[in-house]
């Protein structure tokens, strides 16, 4: 039942191209995030130039989607997979998301969702981004990895598209000023690997790019609210 009332993963169309509506949201919410959080980034000089990409991170909360589409380019336009259960029950957030593109919907009941798969190859054909967290959920603590799914380096194999590994730390609990660290790692090129083999270098790779963790003494305010915005 709750397979079928949630949106198709083709629900929203994917372009290289930002819509105005994401440069308009963009605009305005990348000062608010950098007002509310402090980022310590490392390896932009790594993300391409030119052409597209298949972006991978350790998951460990909500924010970890609007880091990276804030630290990336506009363009190519990158395009999240990730499941719509929770998202679709809070409508201003659901609103903001259907209106400014860049989700794909993954229902983890559909399994083989083929409508998935043509999706994604679909976005990375047309010259789009696609990200992909390859635990698949939030990780259970900072620093720590979940085993990664294979999706990412099948979709990289098929488009012959690098795969650009990012390291998230701090994004699990959050609160007013909270450092987050992100290291970018450089590109692994998916010539010659299998997506056994891909999904094992994506993992080592961000494994040794993760950056330590150690939780800032002092107040923690708006901790639960900014935690559980999203």
């Not at 629900?11 to 819509?19: H, I, N, Q, S, Y």
């Not at 998202?87 to 989700?103: A, S, Y």
């Not at 990895?145 to 998230?168: M, N, S, T």
């Not at 997506?195 to 639960?224: D, F």
């Amino acid at each position: 039942m709750a397979s079928t009332s949630l949106p198709p993963a083709d629900l929203l169309p994917v372009r290289r191209e930002a819509t105005l509506a994401y440069r308009a949201v963009r605009l305005i919410g990348v000062p608010i995030m950098r007002l509310v959080f402090r980022f310590d980034v490392k390896g932009k000089e790594s993300i391409p130039r030119s052409g597209n990409y298949v972006v991978i991170a350790n998951h460990l909360n909500w924010l970890d989607e609007f880091t990276l589409l804030m630290l990336f380019p506009v363009e190519p336009r990158i395009h999240f997979l990730a499941n719509p259960t929770i998202l679709v029950t809070r409508k201003v957030q659901w609103f903001i998301v259907r209106h400014t593109g860049g989700f794909v919907p993954v229902v983890s009941e559909r399994h083989g969702d083929q409508s998935l798969f043509h999706h994604v190859d679909h976005a990375l054909e047309v010259g789009g981004a696609v990200g992909i967290f390859p635990e698949g959920a939030y990780g259970p603590t900072e620093g720590e990895l979940l085993p990664f799914k294979k999706g990412f380096a099948h979709f990289a194999i098929k488009a012959g598209v690098p795969v650009i590994p990012v390291a998230l730390s701090g994004t699990k609990d959050l609160w007013l000023r909270k450092r987050v660290k992100v290291v970018i790692g450089e590109p692994i090129l998916p010539a010659g690997h299998t997506p056994e083999s891909l999904t094992n270098a994506g993992y080592q790779r961000i494994k040794e790019l993760m950056p330590a963790y150690h939780e800032e003494p002092g107040r923690k305010l708006l901790r639960k609210r900014l935690t559980n915005l999203f």
